[in-house]
């Protein structure tokens, strides 16, 4: 009982942190239908401001339990300055192209990124431990769990929640809604798809860098921390159909669990289990679980 | 008519030495490999880059102490071409092929990664380039086949797990029923559990394995894993984790008990011991694959390298930092033995070959052996201790060293059968 209770809280916490990681990445490519590979680097950025930022100021007698808002705030500065600027600068021009040009266009600027992380932070690691351990711990049995966990998992409920609120109750939202049903005729009804862009862009991209800032506390942050996220990002909203909010939260969850439940009860199979799932998912449900009908257009 | 042949004899000498010293003095070109980006740059890489330019600057200069006070290698200079280990076996072939045949490098030292180590040793070999792996760990390497133009300086993964069982037997007193493990799914992490679990079945009879975890490399998160290992109540658990994998077990670790109330073997932990002193409780088992850092022998020559070293760069060489020195001091004992075996030539690569296999040498960190895969591989001892802070800095307390010898199995056995005859003497 003990031990499936394990399975269930450590399934949740990975699941939370698959879910932020990957929800900005399935809402680019429902709005903007672009496969954004840089999402990777927005993750990475936002843990390097975290770890930057929240370092230097806890240095300089910053009160410990601020940190968690700088995390947050670091996310949003990094993402407001540089998503504007890749949007803005260079995928606004490539709209008109097919989605694999657009596809390699953003793995090039993660390439970019990557380079241009190792020239502002250097390779050496950073580490920002105290936020991760400040709040104590809970005991389940035997099993110690910091209560940061938790406020990852309630980041990623209010992402999730924040999101479709926002998607269904907000004008701005059903606009949105309107854009990712079809451009053209948004367009033709006077909605400002570029500023669309723009706002889902950067919106999404924040989401990423949420992320990385409030992973930060938990690992190293060293160069090519975007690479092992985009890969897993992928898989999930590939299992919950590209461009579904619900189906980015079902699949963060069965991916969660289902590699919680491996490493407990059948460790041997924990490197392929993620892949496993998705080609099962895939062979019966082909564009993923949560996919939408598409009207075909002539 | 004798002063005329003088005069010719002189004139034929002044016209032969320039060349003979130019052939001599003529640089050597070294493909230097080592993770220069991506998670093991910071912890090992940037180190091991770090003081292969120390080596190269002092030994050009001729600075170093006793043996290694000759410029160069013999008197030849040192020319590095600098190479990046990341981005997979796949592309370290590639750029070994471009090192050896674009590039014309006389030798290679490099690599950090057995996955790296196991790619490179036939390439090397079909390439026929003499090549010195200065840290990577597998044992599999000379265990699996011979090679002519492949060294080892730093001692096997095996040495290091037969020095941790050793040492938390020793520190547990017979205490010990089960033990754990967490280490990565790739040729390192695996050989070095296998050896640490035999050893420890042949030192405590008896002993159950709680549960062995093997996360893939570089996966960041560890939740589940750590549950399982405290769910285990295992008495030892043993890490061989290194990079960024190592720091973050640490920090996901500490804050939930992994370090409290069981004996933890981190088996490269030096690495981490002093950027996560906040996060390393006293009373974790320590090793820096061998006696460096910490465990370093007093001598002249480590003196002279830990203190280069830190001046340089405002933080003590690692082990990373102490094994790419080692590789480099051990190439240059080996090349000046063939160049004094030469009549004082610039001796072929074949020639090096010849007195690399079974050279002992001294590094910063005391004596090296040449002893085993045929003279190919690297045997040290190498010493363990636990953490403790004093005055919040952070030491090893109650260090214990162990023979090369009684770490390292004899020439031509395999590890895994040397462990399971009971550590037999050949």
Not at chain 2, 205 to 215: E, I, R
Request: proline content about 5%.
């Amino acid at each position: 009982m003990e031990q499936l209770l394990a399975v269930l809280i450590d399934g949740i916490i990975y699941s939370a942190w698959l879910f932020v990681a990957a929800v900005g990445l399935t809402l680019i490519y429902g709005v903007m239908k672009i496969v954004n590979v840089t999402h990777g680097s927005f993750y990475a950025l936002g843990a390097y401001a975290a770890a930057s930022i929240t370092g230097a100021l806890l240095a300089h007698g910053m009160p410990p339990y601020l940190s968690y808002a700088v995390l947050l705030g670091s996310a949003v500065l990094v993402s407001v300055i540089v998503a504007p600027l890749i949007e803005r600068g260079i995928l606004r021009f490539m709209y008109a192209k097919d989605e694999v040009v657009i596809l390699l266009i953003t793995y090039a600027l993660f390439l970019i990124l990557e380079d241009v992380i190792k020239l502002i932070w250097g390779v050496n690691p950073y580490f920002i431990a105290e936020p991760y351990g400040l709040l104590g711990s809970f005991d389940i049995g035997d099993l110690t769990y910091p209560y940061y966990n938790m406020i990852l998992v309630g980041v990623a409920i209010a992402c999730g929640v924040g999101l479709a609120w926002m998607l269904n109750h907000t004008r701005t939202g059903k606009l949105l809604v309107a854009v990712i049903h079809d451009t053209e005729i948004s367009r033709a009804m006077g909605i400002n798809v570029d500023r669309f862009y723009l706002f889902t862009f950067t919106f999404g991209s924040l989401l990423a860098a949420i992320g990385g800032a409030y992973t930060a506390p938990t690992v190293s942050v060293v160069p090519g921390l975007g690479v092992e996220v985009i890969v897993l990002s992928f898989a999930v909203v590939v299992i919950g159909g590209l461009g579904s909010l619900p189906g980015a939260a079902l699949g963060a969850v069965i991916v969660g669990l289902v590699r919680s439940a491996t490493i407990h009860y059948l460790p041997q199979a924990e490197l392929f289990v993620i892949y496993l799932v998705m080609a099962a998912v895939l062979a019966f449900r082909p564009r993923g679980l949560f996919s939408l009908a598409e009207a075909r257009k002539i | 008519m004798n002063a005329f042949k003088k005069a010719v004899a002189a004139a034929v000498v002044a016209a032969l030495v320039p060349a003979f010293a130019a052939a001599q003095e003529a640089p050597l070109k070294i493909g230097v490999v080592s993770f220069l980006s991506g998670a093991a740059a910071g912890p090992f890489g940037v180190p091991a880059r770090n003081s292969a330019e120390i080596m190269f600057e002092m030994l050009n200069a001729g600075k170093v102490p006793a043996p290694y006070a000759t410029k160069g290698f013999g008197g030849a200079l040192l020319h590095m071409n600098l190479v990046d280990e990341s981005g997979g076996t796949t592309t370290q072939v590639t750029e070994f092929r471009n090192m050896v045949q674009r590039d014309n490098v006389d030798m290679v030292i490099g690599y950090i990664s057995s996955g790296s180590c196991l790619g490179i040793a036939p390439v090397a070999e079909e390439l026929k380039k003499l090549t010195v792996f200065f840290d990577c760990g597998t044992p599999r390497i000379f265990e699996e086949r011979g090679y002519k133009y492949v060294f080892r300086t730093a001692a096997t993964a095996t040495m290091d797990s037969v020095g941790a069982a050793l040492y938390v037997r020793d520190l547990r007193k017979g205490k010990i029923k089960t033990i754990a493990g967490i280490n990565q799914n790739y040729a390192w992490g695996q050989d070095s559990w296998s050896d640490f679990e035999a050893s420890m079945k042949q030192l405590e009879p008896g002993v159950k394995v709680a549960t062995s975890q093997m996360p893939k490399l570089f996966a960041g998160q560890y939740n589940a894993e750590i549950s399982t290992v405290l769910a285990a109540k295992a008495d030892v658990v043993h890490s061989s984790f290194w990079d960024g994998d190592l720091e973050a077990l640490i920090l996901q670790g500490g804050p939930r008990g992994l370090f409290k109330h069981r004996t933890v073997i981190l088996t490269t932990g030096e690495t981490a011991m002093y950027k996560l002193a906040g996060s390393i409780p006293d009373g974790v088992v320590i090793g820096a694959r061998g006696p460096y850092g910490p465990y370093a022998p007093n001598n002249e020559l480590n003196k002279w390298f830990s203190k280069t070293f830190q001046d340089r760069y405002g933080v003590p060489p690692n082990y990373a930092a102490y094994h790419m020195a080692q590789a480099i001091l051990g190439t240059k004992a080996a090349w000046e033995k063939a160049l004094a075996a030469n009549g004082g030539k610039r001796p072929s690569q074949d020639q090096v070959i010849a007195a690399f296999e079974h050279l002992t040498f001294e590094s910063p960190a005391g004596k090296v052996e040449m002893a085993i895969g045929a003279g190919h591989q690297a045997i040290t001892e190498t010493a363990y201790g636990v953490t403790r802070k004093v005055h919040g800095k952070m030491t090893v307390a109650n260090v214990k060293r162990y023979p090369a010898e009684m770490v390292n199995p004899p020439d031509g056995v395999k590890a895994a059968d040397w462990i399971a005859s009971g550590f037999k003497k050949k």
